[in-house]
Nanobody, 121 residues
Framework: QVQLVESGGGLAQAGDSLRVSCTASGGTYPMGWFRQAPGKEREFVAAITYSGGITYYANSVKGRFTISRDNAKNTVSLQMNSLKPEDTAVYYC?????????????????WGQGTQVTVSS
């Protein structure tokens, strides 16, 4: 059974940086970050392949966010720079053994509990 535990996040002001991390147990898989703002659907943010060699980003965060992983520690991190109020959301870590489209929410089988990121203007 795969378990994902997020950490980090919190409060920030516009322009600040935050980092969220996810520790996985039970296997190593392609992983992604999604976020869900109040009243909105959960949306793709970033993803990284098993080897870490290929990364994907939503257009809204490209150039500001960086996803990375350390397979020795079974962790995936999302460094978020130049934060904007519209980045405010609950951020979820996701993993899947049969991910075909890494930007597609339904391709992921395992999810963390989420961590809140709030950015004030």
């Amino acid at each position: 059974q795969v378990q994902l535990v997020e950490s980090g996040g919190g409060l920030a002001q516009a322009g600040d940086s935050l980092r969220v991390s996810c520790t996985a147990s039970g296997g190593t898989y392609p992983m992604g970050w999604f976020r869900q703002a109040p009243g909105k659907e959960r949306e793709f943010v970033a993803a990284i392949t098993y080897s870490g060699g290929i990364t994907y980003y939503a257009n809204s965060v490209k150039g500001r966010f960086t996803i990375s992983r350390d397979n020795a520690k079974n962790t995936v991190s999302l460094q978020m720079n130049s934060l904007k109020p519209e980045d405010t959301a609950v951020y979820y870590c996701a993993a899947g053994s049969r991910v075909v489209d890494m930007t597609r929410r339904d391709d992921y089988s395992y999810w963390g509990q989420g961590t809140q990121v709030t950015v004030s203007s």
